[in-house]
């Protein structure tokens, strides 16, 4: 029904930076929250960042400082961008939304990415 398609992530240095995408597709009508979480090998899933759409950021605090979360709403797009990588931030960031997905409804879907492997070392 819809999809999250996430890119961007790789292989950098520690001290570098990296900028993942995040496109929502398929059946919607308007998506509301947009977000980003990761995940470790051997941990659990954690919340990273969240842009909803009344525009009033969040941030975890471990990356509070080094992360931008931005947003798109025409094309619903959202962006991490990631500076000042560390060994730490290594893990599969996954693109989070909640989405309308007719002008019918009142009540939001969350849809899950699949995923892109972002690794931080030399």
């Known amino acids: 029904q819809v999809q999250l398609v996430e890119s961007g992530g790789g292989l950098v240095q520690p001290g570098g930076s990296l900028r993942l995408s995040c496109a929502a597709s398929?059946?919607?009508?308007?998506?509301?929250?947009m977000a980003w979480y990761r995940q470790a090998p051997g941990k659990q899933r954690e919340f990273v960042a969240e842009?909803?759409?009344?525009?009033?950021?969040k941030y975890a605090d471990s990356v509070k400082g080094r992360f931008i979360i931005s947003r798109d709403i025409a094309k619903n797009m959202v962006y991490l961008q990631m500076n000042s990588l560390k060994p730490e931030d290594t893990a599969v960031y996954y693109c989070?939304?909640?989405?309308?997905?007719?002008?019918?409804?009142?009540?939001?879907?969350?849809?899950w990415g699949q995923g892109t492997q972002v690794t931080v070392s030399s």
């Open positions: 989070n939304a909640q989405v309308i997905v007719t002008d019918l409804g009142f009540t939001p879907y969350e849809f």
């Open positions: 398929g059946s919607i009508y308007r998506v509301n929250d």
């Open positions: 842009f909803p759409g009344g525009g009033l950021t």
